[in-house]
């Protein structure tokens, strides 16, 4: 282990963070300030790592000395098979009650069976996806859609509160947080496919983007998503919306199988996540290619050129 933790002795909770990227480095940052000691790991990008260490985080070598260092462990992973592989590599080394907390956007029934693993083995699992943009998370400001048990959810909600502010939302117990989560991206993402594709027929009829956005800014259609999608549609401000096309097409085939787990039709989730799908099949899988740019390919697919 290198660094020294920082945090008073204001409570008995131990925090390890295992993803602090756009998302988990305010989180972690939060967590540090209200006083809780953190142990983090680097993974690719060692910056928020320093940041956190010279804040008074402590940096674990291992994920097993991350493990015996934490009674809670939050997870901030792209997807299940991250979070299952973390989750084999910490249970060796956990302390007895300890809870791991799925911050990701994870497959309900994923989630449902690592909750089984950690309960036989006497820990816990909590889901609890997020609400909010990187920024946000800098100002303690996400929303955390919660998915625990009601004891467990009693000790977590304080912890919580550091990166999510009053917006900690109890809805049931464990993965109830992560299908909520796929039906808020379910939204989201069903709203930029069809802002891309309305905004290529403008174009293709002689509206221009300015033209489509003061109607609809300050509308009943308006709303955050909206505004952030358009940053770039707008100005051309690439990060306006730092959401990868790729973890588009992954949390809406998650809503796919979510669906087909009840046997229900999913015809719009399905052409969202084809409008998705296209965008990379045609380039769009870099780790800057953020969903905003969906408009660029639909355009290009569609023939249509700015008006």
């Avoid at 669906?259 to 969202?272: E, F, R």
């Avoid at 953020?290 to 050129?305: H, I, M, N, Q, T």
Wanted: glycine share 10%; hydrophobic share 45%.
């Amino acid at each position: 282990m290198r660094g020294e933790n920082g945090g008073s002795d204001m409570t008995q909770e131990r925090i390890g963070f295992v993803g602090v990227g756009l998302m988990g480095h305010g989180m972690a940052k939060n967590l540090l300030a209200a006083g809780y000691p953190l142990t983090v790991i680097a993974h690719n990008n060692r910056a928020p790592v320093d940041d956190l260490v010279a804040l008074g985080a402590t940096e674990a070598d291992s994920l097993a000395d991350l493990a015996a260092a934490s009674t809670i462990v939050h997870i901030c992973a792209p997807g299940s098979p991250q979070v299952e592989a973390i989750v084999d590599a910490l249970m060796p080394s956990l302390a007895p009650g300890a809870v791991i907390v799925d911050c990701s956007t994870s497959q309900p029934d994923s989630t449902l069976a690592l909750a089984a693993r950690l309960r036989d083995a006497g820990f816990h699992m909590a889901d609890a996806p997020l609400g909010g943009t990187p920024i946000q998370a800098e100002e303690g400001m996400l929303s955390a859609m919660v998915g625990a048990d009601d004891e467990v959810f009693t000790r977590l909600k304080p912890v919580l509160e550091t990166w999510a502010g009053t917006r900690v939302i109890h809805l049931g117990p464990t993965g109830t947080g992560h299908k909520l989560k796929l039906l808020n991206n379910f939204l989201s993402l069903g709203y930029g496919a069809m802002y891309a594709e309305a905004l290529a027929l403008a174009a293709k009829v002689g509206i221009t983007t300015e033209q489509f956005d003061s109607v609809i800014r300050g509308s009943r259609m308006d709303c955050g998503f909206y505004q952030t999608f358009m940053g770039y549609a707008l100005t051309g401000q690439r990060d306006s919306h730092k959401f990868t096309l790729t973890n588009a097409v992954k949390d809406l085939r998650y809503v796919e199988a979510m669906a087909d787990s009840v046997n229900m039709p999913n015809p719009v989730g399905n052409a969202a996540k084809n409008s998705y799908a296209m965008a990379l099949a045609m380039g769009g899988d870099g780790p800057e290619d953020y969903v905003p740019l969906l408009v660029d390919y639909v355009a290009e697919r569609s023939g249509a050129k700015k008006a």
